[in-house]
């Protein structure tokens, strides 16, 4: 058994004073924080299960242990003769994957036994444990007898194997660390026995100002995994380790390269650190395989992408009985998950899902059906199971959803994905009957957020505030998790209603009735409104324009000009900056088709706009998939920068439909705006029955 001193301290504390001991009070007396305390809690109840006991507590918030006493004798016994230590097997093949990749290129084994403090039988089955993790990026380690150790990789493949083993094994000490820094208290040795402190913190505070001036959205995982990567670059690069690969000089053009690039130039002068330009591209790398996380922040122009996302839903609604094709969550949320992993697939990033036996354990049919449905129509992308299990909980959060009888107020603090933190919001509704209404945040999102309105904080990662009372479950919210909950709730009954009101007063009952209904009409009408003057200005506006040359740009900004004419939106220049910004940020042309899809989101745009231009002689232009195209007809749609969801939805099905069937494609590619017109039509009347009217 492993255990660490301070674990055999608080079981030792538990026992002599059963019932006495509160979390506050072992976080004095042991003279540590009470979220060290908490997080040790959770290792000692799993030590706890394999004697049959459980860890539990008294109304009073004191902790004993539950279990017979035989038990309780053993679990004694057997603690006498376990030697602590306080560096895990975890931390332990950190130092050694550290060494490995820094002190090369060969070892002798006896010399990294006397390293790591461990005899030659542990060093062997460590190094079994980190020669299999390492063979997933395309790292091998030999062992020969009178060579040593050996390692060959390339610089690469060495970066992107020591970021992803710290974050998945050390996230929540890389969050705790993050977060001291940011309270002002400087860390005089290095993070994890790595990372430099004064990077870190300098990277965290300049990420900061230019995600937010960018609006960028990231997770919080993702933004942790940047600075990681930052920091990592920094140091192999300071220490000579260079990247050998090239990179295209066109990517350089990306909106993302050039972000990259102007957070490593502030980092260069503020540490004196050179950074190279193949550093550079592999951070763009990185940023483009995480960016954009939430549904809310999706584009409404993966045309291809949201096609193929349409089939693998309809085909999972078809095999499991079920009607998802309208459920625009669903859709919205596997677009923003999706678009960011077809690019790490494509660039070979490893993509760790600690929940992936879990969630094929515990949804095999749906697990089953998935991966088959992403192997039918992504024919030329392998998802390896771990990413299907990501996709399998955007479809059972959908699933659950239809499922909930939607009084106690929970909030999720929850950085692993919108799909993790949907199924976990569903699954605490469906199996904690009191709790009806759960909010999600992210961690960054949860330190502004007023905690007032919430009765509850559930939380799947150890959160680094001392201050908050929260209950910490895995992200798939297992039996034991659920048993949690509901001893909290029959323990704090009493504080977490004490704003609730069960009875309505006698002399008000009408009052009473309205105060709960108007709200809900209130919102219906506001998105009546919203759908009406999207769908209006849309059709209103909705023009064909001819012309006999083909230089599209001329015709745009032709285009730009006379809706601003129209009073549609100000500041043309700013629009067709935007435009030429977004194109430069992949190609345009919907291959298989004739046509181009040119849109933005502009401070400027005052409605929705769809418009059509046709072109006499065909333009050659970049398409979707990166090959050069034909174009004749050219799809301009501009919205405002702020959009609400009915907008958002409305915007998405048009895009969508543009490919649905070859009869949608040659509508849209055929110039006539009495046919265009009347499929715009159709559109919206079919959204109104079956999106708002059943909604």
Known sequence: MFITSREKSIIDLIVKTSGKHTVHSLSTFLNVSVRTIQRDLKSIEKMLRQF???LD???NEGLFIKGKNEQIYRLIQHLANVDPTDETPEERKLRLLVTL?????SFKKQVLAQQLGVSGATLTSYLDDIADWLSKFSITVTRKRGVGIELVAHEENKRHALASYVLIYFYEDLLESLYLLQQGKTKTDHILGYFVPEYFGAIDELLQQEIKKAQISLADSDYIGLIVHICLTMQRTEQRFLLELDYPAESEKTAEFQWVAKICRELKERLSIPITQSDIHFLTVILRGSKVQTDESVYYDSIVLGKLIKAVINEVSAKLHVNLSDDFSLYRGLLAHMAPAIYRLKQQLESFNPLTEDIKR??????????????????????PEDEVAFIVLHFGSALLMREEKVSIKAVVVCPTGIGTSKMLASRIKNEVAEIKTVDILSIKDFQTEDLEEYDLVISTVRLPFTNIDYILVSPLLDDHDIEIIQQHLQRNVERVTRNKQYLAPVNQPVAAHQATRLPAIRILLQEIKDVYSSMDSILDHFNVFHHAGNDYWSVLTEMVERAEQDGLLTNPADVIER??????TGGLGIPQTTMALYHCRADGVRELIFQVAHFGQPCRMKGMDGEEMPVKN??????????????????????????ESDRAMMIFSSANETMIRQKLEDLFLDYLQNQLIKD
Not at 101 to 105: A, I, V
Not at 365 to 381: A, C, G, P, Y
């Open 52 to 54: 049959e006991l459980g």
């Open 57 to 59: 507590r008294t109304g």
């Open 101 to 105: 990749l820094h002190e090369g290129p």
């Open 362 to 383: 515990k949804y095999p049919v749906l697990f089953m059906v998935v991966k088959q449905s992403l192997e039918t129509h992504f024919k030329d992308i392998p998802f």
């Open 579 to 584: 435009l030429k910004e977004r194109e430069h």
């Open 634 to 659: 050219l799809l301009l749609m501009l919205a405002p920068e702020n959009m609400n969801k009915r907008e958002q939805e409305i915007l998405s099905m048009i895009s969508t439909s543009l490919i």
